[in-house]
């Protein structure tokens, strides 16, 4: 299956660092033999970020866009904002087991909005900022995507 990793984050695009997150979320999404067509860092900017996805959505050049941060409470958080515009579909189930599964570590997850929906093919999944929570959270679910990507085709 193939993905693309966007990780929302204005000052990680305008001083061009490397994403810790998106690159430890690659390593346990190739170690699952996923491809990963994509691994971006793009500024919260809901237009950039829209057509991002949707030329990715569009054009079926993955199978699922994992989103990393921008999911909080701060006001430059827009990504949970940005995927409902994307998605046809919700999937509330994702993003509730997540928070669930996260939870334990932190209570901070209670302020995370992430969500998750389909369009077309493509599954569209909000994972949060730090490396350790993204890697958790892809470790929870990864095992269901397969199933999910399966019976939206």
Request: proline share 5%.
């Amino acid at each position: 299956m193939k993905t693309a990793i966007i990780t929302a984050n204005t000052k990680g695009y305008q001083n061009k660092t490397e994403s810790k997150a998106g690159k430890a979320v690659q390593r346990m999404l190739e170690q699952a033999a996923f491809q990963t067509v994509v691994n971006a860092t793009l500024p919260e900017d809901e237009k950039i970020l829209t057509v991002f996805m949707n030329r990715l959505i569009d054009d079926r050049l993955v199978d699922v866009i994992f989103t990393i941060g921008s999911n909080g409470v701060k006001k430059t958080d827009i990504i949970p904002e940005t995927t409902m515009k994307v998605v046809d579909r919700l999937l509330p189930g994702i993003p509730e087991a997540i928070r669930a599964y996260n939870i334990r570590y932190s209570k901070r997850h209670m302020s995370d909005r992430s969500v998750a929906g389909v369009k077309g093919s493509t599954l569209v999944i909000n994972l949060p900022e730090t490396p350790k929570a993204a890697q958790d959270s892809l470790e929870y679910i990864l095992p269901e995507l397969p199933y999910i990507i399966e019976h939206m085709k």
